[in-house]
């Protein structure tokens, strides 16, 4: 028995050499080559708004927009917690759930006025799987236009404008969705600005 | 909607086209044949023997085999429950967890979730453990239970392949071998394309940042991308993040997300081949992968559909129209096609990652993906998903010798009382452990409604029932993923979750590896007329037949009580 747990324990030594340290080591070389921003998250430079310092943020972390002047991504059940963020994780089935749609759908429209309650899009009203989705659609994007164009005093053009431009394309028109990275449309929006 | 059908085809048609070539790579690099890595491993992996004293070449019993096994085992069991619990006073942890934020009966349930290759992850990755109990014990657990599994698996293709003997070869020889040259290149080439897409790897502690509106927003990462890599080759799914795939810095992409459900099927798909090589039977190989993928296709499908559609009850009570189908708990860069088919594949192969909450996936979808685990031989975890298909075939042989009146044999080797025994055991045992304790989890709740739907759940009704015969069934799978609705961090959940995980990860592996060598040693009876042939459509669909049954019969209240009460209620 001690003759096969030396031998069990030296050869899982040897494999955490291997596993863990070998392994980590290779990658983190990679990433300093290879990885945006050398494997730390990529990150988007902007000045934030509340002092205008100059700040970034990580670009596939979704972020809490409030205000009218810039777009809004999907609602989020962990409200952006980037600690430990989370789905709402509630049934279709379950009674409560509905409410919170609902109350969402009312405050969407109220700051919409313009829009009808058929035309906004089901991902504005239900959380994210992992309450930090970066990206919306864009026809979500759209149906904000008008609200950002007119808290701005911009023409709406311009904005749609900004929107197709920051659109991604699926790789060959064939795989994937087109996605717009909420961050940077309201990074290059403050931009327009000056 | 017609891109995202596209690329859930697409991704299952590479994910087969790639398996077939990694079996018979597998199948050569268990065979001892040259393989292109030799240079490299055959020198790392003799020093490896030699150092721990090990003779890689000695033919074993299958009680040699299975005590090394357990042994190993044991000592992993050792290391990482006192890592756990003594992690803050250890190297890398930038983060400054609290020596208290994990508990001793978490950290007693982690080690054992990850030991059994099930991830149940009862516990929040980045607030409550430290950079190196993720990469030294969870990531290594990772690789070397893969392994392990693996390697149990190449000992039930010894036991075919051999003309009365009693050996099984060698377990320490299979399992270095799928650490070394099976896991570790495929998880480096993974890895390296991940970070490329932006997964990060990192030792520096969680960003801290002013959002644009002005806001501070602390962003936990890590060195995800190596984690990640054997979480989804090595069969796994335990993640860095608590969202698991769902998490913009663990699935940040479409194209990383296409390569993540790639490395789902990988290995246990290419399992099946390497079976078909290794005892050089490619016809019957590829009759139990077409099982297997009718049976996937089967729960996928129907998922497909609903999710498509959404849920319905948006549109008639709220009127908002679900245009690209459900949308709570998906991530818009996925898509709903794109997150019920994770989730289908992710229980028909044994991993549990997830790229969406599976708590707000449509009844039907949640259905299949309780059937997938109750099944658990649909490819299944790695090396043990064949391992259960094993044990349907040895069911299947007596069945269909029983219905012809002949004497069942299995690739020349007579099935007897013993060897059924064992079968029904393995086979009755896991419905046993995914409905008793359901049971008797829905009785402790029953005894005080209220103080329990308070503690345990966020969701109310009949979901609740289907959130408890979730849990065991993902335990007993050895699948590991969740519904996250539920506080899995209080102790009667960890206790339960670990025991039964124990249960049914050790109790099968012993009983199909006695069967291996108990028919390993039997007389070779050469092939007749008599002969019932396995490797044809009709015995294939008997095996599935037998599935269905098992499976069907065992659970067919359960799942009226939980998953198809709500489907009438939302419909």
């Known amino acids: 028995m001690i003759h096969s747990v030396l031998q069990s324990l030296k050869l899982s030594l040897l494999l955490l050499i291997l596993l863990c340290v070998v392994y980590t080591l290779i990658l983190l070389g990679f990433a300093q080559v290879i990885a945006p921003n050398h494997g730390e998250g990529s990150v988007i430079h902007y000045t934030n708004n509340a002092n205008g310092d100059s700040s970034y943020g990580f670009y596939n972390i979704g972020q809490d927009f409030t205000q009218d002047k810039y777009f809004w991504g999907r609602p989020s059940a962990s409200y952006y917690n980037a600690m430990s963020p989370s789905a709402s994780q509630l049934s279709m089935t379950d009674s409560a759930y509905l409410d919170t749609l609902k109350i969402r759908a009312a405050y969407f429209l109220s700051k919409n006025p313009t829009v009808s309650l058929k035309d906004i899009p089901a991902e504005l009203i239900t959380a994210s799987g992992s309450g930090l989705d970066p990206d919306i659609r864009v026809e979500s994007a759209l149906i904000q ?13 311009k904005v749609n404008k900004l929107i197709e431009d920051n659109t991604s394309k699926p790789w060959l028109g064939l795989f994937g969705i087109p996605t717009i990275n909420v961050l940077k449309l309201n990074v290059q929006l403050d931009a327009l600005k000056s | ?10 991704t299952f048609l590479v994910s087969v086209a790639l398996a077939i070539p990694l079996g018979k790579y597998m199948a050569n690099v268990y065979s001892g044949k040259k393989t292109f890595l030799d240079f490299l491993f055959n020198g790392i992996e003799n020093f490896f023997y030699k150092l721990s004293g090990i003779n890689a070449q000695e033919a074993l019993s299958w009680r040699q085999n299975l005590y090394a096994f357990l042994v190993l085992n044991l000592v992993w069991f050792i290391y990482g429950f006192v890592v756990l619990n003594f992690q ?50 969870l990531s290594f657990f990772q690789f070397v239970t893969s392994a392990a599994g693996l390697a ?74 190596g984690f990640l890599a054997i979480k989804q080759i090595g069969v796994n799914g335990g993640g860095w993040f608590g969202p698991n795939s ?21 290995i246990p798909m290419a399992f099946v081949f390497a079976f078909g090589f290794f005892v050089n039977q490619k016809k019957f190989a590829a009759m139990i992968f077409g099982v297997m993928t009718f049976g996937t296709l089967l729960l996928l499908v ?55 909450a599976i708590d707000s996936l449509h009844p039907i ?50 099935i007897e009382a013993k060897e059924m025994k064992i079968a029904v055991i393995v086979i009755l045992l896991h419905p046993l452990l995914i409905l008793v304790p359901t049971a008797l989890t829905t009785f402790v709740y029953s005894l005080n409604t209220d103080a329990y739907q308070h503690a345990w759940f966020i969701n109310h009704g009949y979901h609740t029932f289907t959130e408890i015969l ?21 102790d009667y959940w960890n206790m339960t979750t670990a025991i039964v995980i124990l249960l049914s990860r050790y109790i099968p592996i012993i009983g199909a590896v006695a069967v291996a060598g108990s028919l390993a040693t039997k007389k070779y009876i050469p092939t007749s007329a008599g002969t019932l042939a396995v490797d044809s459509a009709t015995f294939s669909v008997i095996v599935f037949s037998i599935m269905v049954i098992v499976a069907a019969l065992s659970f067919f209240p359960a799942l009226v009580l939980g998953p198809f009460a709500e489907f009438f209620t939302c419909h």
């Open chain 2, 1 to 10: 909607m017609n891109s995202e059908l596209f690329g859930v085809i697409v």
């Open chain 1, 145 to 157: 236009a008008k609200r950002v164009a007119s808290a701005r005093g911009i023409s709406i053009d």
């Open chain 2, 152 to 225: 149990i698996g190449v000992l039930i293709f010894k036991s075919v392949v051999n003309r009365s003997t009693n050996n099984l070869g060698n377990f320490y020889y299979y399992f270095v071998r799928s650490c070394t040259r099976i896991l570790f290149p495929i998880c480096l080439v993974v890895a390296i394309l991940l970070m490329w897409q932006g997964v990060p790897m990192t030792f520096k502690d969680h960003g801290t940042i002013k959002t644009l509106e002005g806001v501070v927003q602390t962003v936990a990462r890590g060195p995800v991308a």
């Open chain 2, 365 to 414: 979808t949640i259905t299949s993906a309780l059937l997938a685990m109750m099944i658990n031989a649909l490819f299944g975890g790695a090396g043990v998903g064949f391992m259960y298909y094993y044990m349907f075939i040895i069911i299947s042989i007596f069945v269909a010798g029983l219905m012809v009146g002949r004497s069942p044999e299995f690739m020349g080797k007579k």
């Open chain 2, 88 to 137: 803050t006073s250890l190297p890398l942890n930038p983060d400054h967890i609290a020596p208290d934020a994990l508990s001793p009966i978490a950290a007693f349930n982690t080690t054992i979730s990850f030991l059994a290759n099930c991830n149940i992850q009862n516990y929040t990755g980045t607030t409550q453990l430290t950079y190196f109990s993720q990469i030294f014990v």
């Open chain 2, 246 to 266: 769902a998490h913009p810095f663990e699935n940040p992409t479409y194209f990383t997300n296409t390569i993540e459900l790639i490395s789902i099927f990988l």
């Open chain 2, 302 to 356: 129907p998922s497909l559909f609903f999710e498509s559609k959404g849920n319905t009850s948006i549109d008639k009570k709220i009127g908002v129209a679900q245009v690209h189908g459900s949308t709570e708990g998906v991530e818009t860069r996925f898509g709903a096609l794109s997150t019920s088919f994770w989730a289908i594949t992710t229980t028909a192969v044994s991993n549990g990652s997830e790229n969406g």
């Open chain 2, 470 to 490: 979730y849990a065991y069934s993902s335990s007993t799978a050895n699948n590991g993923s969740a519904m996250g609705g539920v506080n899995y961090g209080l």
